[in-house]
Nanobody, 116 residues
Framework: QVQLVESGGGLVQPGGSLRLSCAASGSRFSFNFMGWYRRSPGKQRELVAGITSGGSINYADSVKGRFTISRDDAKNTVYLQMNSLKPEDTAVYYC??????????WGQGTQVTVSS
């Protein structure tokens, strides 16, 4: 059974930084895609950043230049470095991983709150 465990969320002041981690276990295969989504109250879930097994990366326009996604396949872990955080980045962040057979897995979510 594949499990994704997120960590690194919390409360930070505007302009601050946080690093999210998502460790995957139970998979016999590397994930074709790993990414981070977020959901804010009253808004739809949106893709924040994603990275493929080949290293292709995409970001939401709202986080370009501030967030950096990376992955360590040896550890089956994906990271999201978030700098210059803004109050509008406040959301629950979810890790997502997709296997070569197109099975989708989700983490439990981690709260990020940007507030002074």
């Amino acid at each position: 059974q594949v499990q994704l465990v997120e960590s690194g969320g919390g409360l930070v002041q505007p302009g601050g930084s946080l690093r999210l981690s998502c460790a995957a276990s139970g998979s016999r295969f590397s994930f074709n895609f790993m990414g981070w989504y977020r959901r804010s109250p009253g808004k739809q879930r949106e893709l924040v950043a994603g990275i493929t097994s080949g290293g292709s990366i995409n970001y939401a326009d709202s986080v370009k230049g501030r967030f950096t996604i990376s992955r360590d396949d040896a550890k089956n872990t994906v990271y999201l470095q978030m700098n210059s955080l803004k109050p509008e980045d406040t959301a629950v962040y979810y890790c997502n991983a997709v296997t070569p057979f197109a099975f989708y897995y989700w983490g439990q979510g981690t709260q990020v709150t940007v507030s002074s």
